[in-house]
């Protein structure tokens, strides 16, 4: 790493004002800045200064992200085995999951930063860190047998219409990832809802006719065959079909325990989100008038993206409420319709993704009359004291 830092210093002014290739020096920041912790330090001003920067957050939720990314590219491979009726070691299952989530991967990061870098070099500023994030969360929250320009072209709407139009990272109300699937659920909705979205195309040309499908969980019950719902343990340890990175309940735990170890989610947020959900199930169970209704209400927050959008989606310290009573009610509004979205629309099984987009949306207006609540009760006790 020091011969490393030395070549960077060696190439640094080339890069600066006055330098060859100035014109780059957005690019090389982004680079530099990745790979080391900057050097620059405020001047002024009284700041709570440690190692930990937006680049190292950033890499902190990454990290939380593995165990979803490596249980999802085991799922695949053990999908298409059963469906084929092979046998296959956990290498071979977790061999082709990781050939066929790669390439959405790649094509996410390389349209995304593509932009991200266009943009910072025609502004001047420093490449966002935002999409370092994005960039993965995009594939997990995709089907595997969605085709590479569908994601590169969710990618940059996300990028360009989510983000980049209101100033970039920090500045946008939407979630990126969640923007791209909304824009793919929008416009090409026969790829990502259905019985088929799983299974369908990703056995093609590999023994299995293309009339084989798989319905999700959320799809057998919304079509009120709850009695057709995969056990417990499958829906908690994932061996179900979804979409990649959604469907192991505990790998999203092991997740959430590192982003509330390092302080990077919100406990707020990933509580209350749960406990709305949980709430709006048990009304669902009190006043059942279909099979989708009864399903119990903890079951809910196994199925489907709702513990993935608890942990990585609705806690976007971007678009979510920033005051400690606004997360709490951005949190538990987001998991009550998502489950009333989930049950009451017949046409959309899964509600996690409207209800944190609708969420992200009130945010601001959340906080605002959260701290105009502390002003009245301050300007209160003020008026006692008097």
């Not at 190692?51 to 990290?63: E, H, N």
């Not at 989530?101 to 790649?106: A, D």
């Not at 009339?211 to 969980?217: E, I, M």
């Amino acid at each position: 790493m020091k011969s490393l830092r030395r070549y960077l210093d060696k190439i640094k002014p080339h890069f600066e004002k006055g330098g060859k290739f100035e014109k780059l020096h957005s690019t090389f920041d982004a680079f530099e800045t990745f790979m080391f912790t900057p050097d620059a330090v405020t001047s002024k001003g009284s700041h709570i200064r440690d190692s930990v920067d937006m680049k190292r957050t950033m890499a902190i939720v990454v990290f939380a992200l593995v165990p979803s990314v490596l249980f999802g590219m085991w799922n695949i491979g053990f999908h298409h085995f059963k469906a084929t009726g092979q046998e296959g070691t956990l290498l071979e299952m977790f061999w082709l999951g990781f050939l066929r989530i790669l390439p959405i991967i790649v094509v996410s990061y390389g349209v995304g930063l593509g932009i991200e870098f266009a943009f910072a070099q025609y502004r001047g500023h420093e490449v966002n860190e935002g999409f370092l994030v994005s960039g993965m969360l995009i594939p997990l929250v995709l089907p595997v047998d969605v085709p590479l320009w569908m994601v590169a072209l969710a990618t940059a709407f996300a990028v360009i219409i989510g983000k980049e139009v209101f100033g970039g990272t920090g500045m946008n109300i939407l979630n990126p990832a969640l923007t791209a699937r909304a824009f793919l659920f929008f416009a090409y909705p026969s790829y990502m809802s259905g019985n088929e979205v799983w299974t369908h195309g990703m056995i093609k040309g590999e023994g299995i006719a293309d009339t084989f499908s798989g319905a999700t969980p959320l799809a057998e019950a919304a079509a009120g065959n709850v009695d057709n719902l995969p056990e417990v343990s499958e829906m908690f340890f994932g061996t179900i079909l979804g979409s990649i990175g959604e469907t192991s309940t505990l790998a999203i735990l092991i997740g959430a325990v590192i982003l509330l170890f390092t302080g990077v989610g919100s406990a707020r947020i990933m509580i209350s989100t749960f406990i709305g959900g949980l709430v709006m199930g048990l009304l669902l169970n009190a006043f059942a008038v279909n099979p989708f209704m009864e399903v119990p209400a903890w079951q809910h927050l196994l199925l489907g993206g709702f513990a993935f959008g608890a942990v990585f989606m609705a806690t976007d310290p971007v678009s979510a409420s920033q005051t400690p009573k606004g997360k709490i009610i951005y949190g538990f509004l987001i998991g009550f319709l998502a489950i009333l979205i989930r049950v009451v629309n017949p046409a959309y099984p899964e509600g996690v993704m409207l209800a944190i987009l609708l969420m992200n949306v009130f945010a601001p207006l959340i906080d605002h009359y959260v701290i105009e609540n502390n002003i009245k009760k301050r300007l209160k006790r003020a008026k006692v004291k008097a």
